[in-house]
């Protein structure tokens, strides 16, 4: 199975798309680590002959009510997190040969416009974070190239171009319907 694919956007320009490992992922995951699971309290008590019991209380309000929290608000959040930052890393692996223009300058290009909006942003700093503002702001503008890359993706995964195209045209009928109503 090919792990890479040269394609044309729409502005012309050929790129080769990568498929990401899922080494990124794990990668991301150990080095954000997952918020602890609150453990229930445990009550010990000694018996009549001396001997000490310990029971676990699953039932105390304030674990359930912790608990509650990490699976609401804690682990979403973490998710969030390794989503974003294996998109950011695998991204970048994406389009690994890409070269940015030397005389590409995201801050002459837009950084007034972003700053009216997020008054305390800054370029992302490094050669990749450059590379990564080129990438977003630049390279996947348009949506039709998006898509590309999307299903690219898909079929750099193994699935069949009917399997996409099947999934992308039940998309369509979907967006459609709620438009329309």
Not at 59 to 67: C, V
Not at 123 to 131: F, N
Request: glycine residues 4%; charged residues 35%.
């Amino acid at each position: 199975m090919a792990r890479s694919k040269v394609v044309t956007f729409s502005n012309g320009m050929e790129v080769r798309i990568h498929i990401p490992p899922r080494a990124i992922r794990d990668m991301v995951e150990k080095a954000i680590p997952k918020p602890p699971e609150p453990e229930p309290p445990v009550r010990t008590d000694t018996n009549v002959v001396g001997k000490e019991i310990s029971m676990t209380i699953w039932d105390a309000p304030a674990y359930l009510q912790a608990h509650e929290r990490w699976e609401q608000v804690d682990v979403p959040a973490w998710e969030a997190r390794v989503a974003e930052e294996t998109d950011r890393r695998g991204t970048l692996w994406m389009f690994k040969e890409l070269e940015v223009p030397e005389d590409w300058d995201i801050e002459a290009e837009i950084g007034d416009l972003i700053r009216m909006d997020e008054p305390d942003w800054q370029p992302t700093p490094g050669e990749l974070g450059r590379k990564r503002d080129y990438i977003q702001w630049e390279l996947l503008v348009d949506p039709d190239d998006a898509l590309l890359v999307q299903t690219t993706l898909m079929e750099l995964a193994g699935m069949s171009r009917e399997r996409i195209d099947a999934f992308l045209a039940s998309f369509r009928n979907q967006v459609e319907r709620e438009t329309s109503q």
